[in-house]
């Protein structure tokens, strides 16, 4: 392969969304940021200098980054963040994948306006395992806050309360007519009749899955996270925060001057407020040089999609579980068919104590809190890969993260009437090639919700999956082992349970997240290390010189 250089600047950008005009954190003065595309087996150098008086670290979501976990980037965990003035130079092989991935932000809520594209082309002389598209186009959701993202979860942190939340979704950066003054701020796709093109769907919202659909249109899914997957049709999508699809849009033989509209709108079945509002884009078939009579297209007919109902868990779960893997010679899934270690990890919402001599306003009194096995993941003072690395005696960290639930209970059924989460820095430390088996269960302590779970530095198969508590005994025999999907990110079941195998062949200290930004910041986090094996390419190199400080 060969080696692509980048340069971040973070700066600040004056942007005006919905009428308001605000400063936003943004590199390159993009936003979205730019598109960094590489190809199969290349190495990627990108220097980021931060300009900018927030700290800030680049995650690249979906890299497997094989011991090169120094640049895989989210704040406290692989490195300290880069402090305004200073720069770092995330250095990386992009190797065995190829698909649409995309980068963020990793520090705070700074992800709302620093994320975009990450495009991995097959190596030069292979092909796509379906047909060549006529163009490729990346569409990214986001979301989109009035107030100044930062500002918004740190309010939440400081009251207990549950975060404003955002005030649009954007497709590619821009909400649509169906927001205030937001016409002109409506992103167009163009194109022509009769041609395949591969959409890269990417979710980089901050707290919301969302359905997609354009009107009298389907798609055919062709890869997920990066991995291929086998060809299926439908005409409306789930994706999670975390979550890329790419799926072939075949327009139509003919349409001249037609407009479809696509629109995205949560999946929601939590407590509390969402944001309940669509964004709306347009497709739009070229007008044919012919035809002198074209409508100019203010006046051209707009068909709306239908979208499922906002709580629709059961067409979640159904098109989830279309998603598999090739499995094929040249595209294996290679799922790991007996488990060294088996772990069972609760997610959820729940509470902390409201600090004396201050009122909080979350559930009665108490802040809210989100936990993995019950325990809220605190943030160490320094990253934990450099504490791991140089075995430093004051470690900020303990190795007692449970394999199972200390306190089991009826996870789905009726909430316990303790809510308290543990708060703590706790790790699982496997050795070099486990084999893991994790099944993450949803609780609905504070009630049942979906949740996107990210794991850093690997892909995970999903083998299972399914509603109410997990059962030992009669689950894992209905257990896909053949061709599972293969991803870094699966939405738990709200209400459920899912599945995930893998190989732990990747020395470091990984993350493991929900993707929702707010439940992130509560605590729904725990970390893996993974130690080094015993040959020399099984271990992990030390640390670039520039790694940044705390
Ligand atoms: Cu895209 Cu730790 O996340």
Redesign the pocket.
């Known amino acids: 392969g060969s080696t692509r250089h980048y340069h971040f600047d973070i700066k600040l950008k004056n942007i005006t969304r919905l009428c308001r005009t605000k400063s936003i954190v943004a590199v390159n003065g993009k936003f979205p940021g730019p598109r960094v595309i590489a190809r199969e087996g290349d190495r990627l150098v990108v220097k980021v200098v931060n300009h900018v008086p927030n700290n800030i670290s680049i ?1 690249w ?1 979906g890299v497997r980054q094989l011991r090169s976990g120094w640049a895989d980037g ?1 704040s406290y965990i692989t490195q300290c963040p880069i402090q305004t003035g200073q720069s770092y130079v995330y250095n990386f092989t992009i190797s065995g994948q190829r698909g649409t991935l995309f980068w ?1 932000a ?1 520090f705070s809520w700074l992800r709302a306006t620093v994320y975009g594209p990450l495009i991995i082309l097959p190596k030069r002389n292979e092909s796509y395992p379906f047909v060549k598209p006529y163009k490729e186009v990346p569409i990214l959701f986001g979301e989109w806050f009035n107030a100044d993202p930062e500002a918004v979860i740190n309010q939440s942190l400081q009251t207990g309360a549950g975060p404003n939340v955002s005030d649009a979704y954007t497709l590619n950066g821009l909400p649509g007519p169906l927001y205030n003054c937001s016409s002109k701020d409506t992103y167009k796709l163009k194109v022509k009749p009769g041609k395949t093109y591969l959409l890269r769907l990417i979710n980089a919202a901050l707290n919301d899955e969302l359905f997609f659909s354009i009107a009298n249109h389907s798609f055919t899914v062709v890869e997920a996270d990066a991995v291929y997957v086998k060809p299926f049709v439908t005409n409306t999508l789930v994706i999670a925060p ?1 979550q890329t699809t790419n799926v072939l849009l075949k327009t139509k033989p003919q349409a001249p001057n037609a407009t479809f509209f696509m629109l995205a709108r949560p999946y929601f079945t939590g407590m509390g407020t969402f944001d309940n509002t669509t964004v709306a884009g347009v497709l739009e078939y070229e007008t044919p040089s012919s035809s002198s009579s074209s409508i100019s297209s203010k006046n051209r007919p707009l068909l709306k999609p239908g979208l499922p109902a906002i709580n629709a868990t059961n067409f979640v779960a159904k098109i989830s579980s279309k998603f598999r893997s090739l499995a094929t010679t040249r595209f294996p899934a290679n799922v790991p068919q007996k488990v060294d270690k088996k772990f069972f990890f609760t997610v959820g919402l729940g509470s902390s104590p409201c600090p004396k001599n201050q009122t909080c306003q979350g559930p009665n009194g108490t802040k809210f809190a989100a936990s993995m096995s019950n325990i809220s993941f605190a943030l160490p003072r320094t990253a934990l890969l450099q504490s791991y690395f140089f075995a430093q005696s004051n470690r900020g960290y303990t190795t007692d993260f449970p394999a199972f639930p200390l306190h089991p209970f009826n996870y789905t059924g009726t909430p316990p009437n303790n809510t308290l989460v543990t708060n703590g820095t706790k790790v699982v430390v496997i050795p070099f090639n486990t084999s893991v088996e994790v099944v993450l269960q949803d609780t609905s302590i504070l009630g049942a919700e979906s949740h996107p779970l ?1 794991l ?1 530095g690997y892909n995970f198969y999903v083998v299972g999956q399914g509603f109410g508590n997990f059962d030992p005994n009669k689950d894992p025999a209905k257990f896909n082992l053949v061709d599972p999907v293969e991803r870094n990110t699966v939405g738990v079941p709200s209400g459920g349970w899912v599945a995930i195998r893998f190989q732990a062949d990747n020395p470091g200290v990984w ?1 493991m ?1 929900c ?1 929702f930004d707010v439940h992130l910041s509560w605590g729904l986090r725990m970390a893996w290390i993974v130690s080094d094996g015993e040959l020399p390419n099984q271990k992990l190199p030390p640390p670039p010189s520039d790694l940044p400080k705390c």
Do not use: K, Q, W
């Open positions: 995650h979501h989210p963020h990793h975390g990210h850093h993350l997240h993707h």
